[in-house]
T-cell receptor, first 115, second 111 residues
Framework: SAVISQKPSRDICQRGTSLTIQCQVDSQVTMMFWYRQQPGQSLTLIATANQGSEATYESGFVIDKFPISRPNLTFSTLTVSNMSPEDSSIYLC????????????FGPGTRLTVL | SQKIEQNSEALNIQEGKTATLTCNYTNYSPAYLQWYRQDPGRGPVFLLLIRENEKEKRKERLKVTFDTTLKQSLFHITASQPADSATYLCALDGDTDKLIFGTGTRLQVFP
């Protein structure tokens, strides 16, 4: 099983600023995923990050707002740019547990509050 | 568009009873359906996967059923314990090969 850590675990930020969330995996993985979980909502996939290529964003999410880096096979970052209170959410990274069935290991999440 | 519905109201049951959670979906025929557990302040943890050609899957005190005609999955926890208290999410493979999650149902088991 993969062990995933995220930093920071939580943060409170001011409107208009940016926050970079780090995700570290204890093994090499091809794909890493970033999700958002807003209060009372389901997990929503933001983007898929492959090492060595541009991240693939889901509908409703754009690179300017959520730039992603994937410098190697064990690490990724997600930046939430020019934040507004609507960006307050839990952000989770995950990796595939089984590529055939898309089951995933999740990190502990980053709880972001934007004032 | 594909939609997954889970009861948003919390399910409160007494210790020792069987908890049953429901997951309904529309506008799609998934090849498999997954259940995850999420504790407060933690990421979801995978529990069980059931395929479209399977009617039932068991793992210790957990049982999942999958009715593709009704477009429904039921998740059962037998002999429930307070430690089973958590939010349970169902997820299915969407038509873009990405997981789609329900909003989850919070289970509270009272001693």
């Amino acid at each position: 099983s993969a062990v995933i850590s995220q930093k920071p675990s939580r943060d409170i930020c001011q409107r208009g600023t940016s926050l970079t969330i780090q995700c570290q995996v204890d093994s090499q993985v091809t794909m890493m995923f970033w999700y958002r979980q807003q209060p009372g909502q389901s997990l929503t996939l933001i983007a898929t990050a492959n090492q060595g290529s541009e991240a693939t964003y889901e509908s409703g999410f754009v690179i300017d707002k959520f730039p992603i880096s994937r410098p190697n096979l064990t690490f990724s970052t997600l930046t939430v740019s020019n934040m507004s209170p609507e960006d307050s959410s839990i952000y989770l990274c995950s990796v595939e547990q089984d590529a055939a069935t898309d089951t995933q290991y999740f990190g502990p999440g980053t709880r972001l509050t934007v004032l | 568009s594909q939609k997954i519905e889970q009861n948003s109201e919390a399910l409160n049951i007494q210790e020792g009873k069987t908890a049953t959670l429901t997951c309904n979906y529309t506008n799609y025929s998934p090849a498999y359906l997954q259940w995850y557990r999420q504790d407060p302040g933690r990421g979801p943890v995978f529990l069980l996967l059931i395929r479209e050609n399977e009617k039932e899957k068991r793992k210790e005190r957990l049982k999942v059923t999958f009715d593709t005609t009704l477009k429904q999955s039921l998740f059962h926890i037998t002999a429930s314990q307070p430690a089973d208290s958590a939010t349970y999410l169902c997820a299915l493979d969407g038509d873009t090969d990405k997981l789609i999650f329900g909003t989850g149902t919070r289970l509270q088991v009272f001693p």
